[in-house]
């Protein structure tokens, strides 16, 4: 249980265009996801919040306009990155909480399994 | 949110046990303390999490002093294929809060 999906797990955009990215639970609802980034060898950077049904909180010095989140449903969360740069190659990865669950559970958070974005 | 300390990178051989210490000078009384293993170009992956004492899963366990200061991870005969980063992360045990992750520790297991 506790899985989520994130789709697609690599992709090669030209520059100046968008890419979205989409982060599924698919055994539970998750009300609220998280967006990461990381750079290679280094740790996983916190980007935003995405709350269902609300808007994102992003973490400080991360665009939100260059960073797009929707959490329309439960169990689906996009992050857009809109007119991407070869600056914004990276990993980029999302992860949830199986909903109504304790922190102290087995699952703990989830993560998709990231999306390696290249932008040429 | 605790800010963790872990060494860098450590290194071990084939069936060797490996233990890997976060440090968390400021965790706070309901903060439960998490590890998850990364590979190379995948999310993290949830390994083990505890609050005090000691904690045994199939993967691993977890040792955490009275004090709570600091944790110990221990793997068991490792193995190649635990060669990976593993994140130590100390946060509430209840609610939504976001997790940040610090550098991690990158262990390497050679034949």
């Known amino acids: 249980g506790a899985v989520v999906s994130q789709h697609p797990s690599w992709v090669i955009c030209k520059s100046g265009t968008s890419v979205k990215i989409e982060c599924r639970s698919l055994d539970f609802q998750a009300t609220t996801m998280f967006w990461y980034r990381q750079f290679p060898k280094q740790s996983l950077m916190l980007m935003a919040t995405?709350?269902?049904?609300?808007?994102?909180?992003?973490e400080q010095g991360v665009e939100k306009d260059k960073f797009l989140i929707n959490h329309a449903s439960l169990t689906l969360s996009t992050l857009t990155v809109t007119s991407a740069h070869p600056e914004d190659s990276s990993f980029y990865i999302c992860?949830?909480?199986?909903?109504?669950?304790?922190?102290?559970?087995?699952?703990?958070?989830?993560f998709g399994s990231g999306t390696r974005l290249t932008v040429v | 949110l605790a800010k963790t300390t872990q060494p860098i990178s450590m290194d071990s051989y084939e069936g060797q046990e490996v233990n890997i210490t976060c440090s968390h000078n400021?965790?706070?009384?309901?903060?439960?303390i998490t590890w998850y293993q990364q590979f190379p170009s995948q999310g993290p992956r949830f390994i083990i999490q505890g609050y005090k004492t000691k904690v045994t899963n199939e993967v691993a366990s977890l040792f955490i002093p009275a004090d709570r200061k600091s944790s110990t991870l221990s793997l068991p005969r490792v193995s190649l294929s635990d060669t990976a980063v593993y994140y130590c992360?100390?946060?509430?045990?209840?609610?939504?809060?976001?997790?940040?992750f610090g550098t991690g520790t990158r262990l390497l297991v050679s034949p």
């Open positions: 400021n965790i706070a009384t309901n903060d439960y």
């Open positions: 992860s949830a909480r199986a909903g109504q669950l304790p922190f102290a559970s087995n699952y703990g958070y989830t």
């Open positions: 992360l100390v946060g509430e045990g209840t609610g939504f809060q976001k997790l940040v």
């Open positions: 995405s709350n269902e049904g609300s808007k994102a909180t992003y």
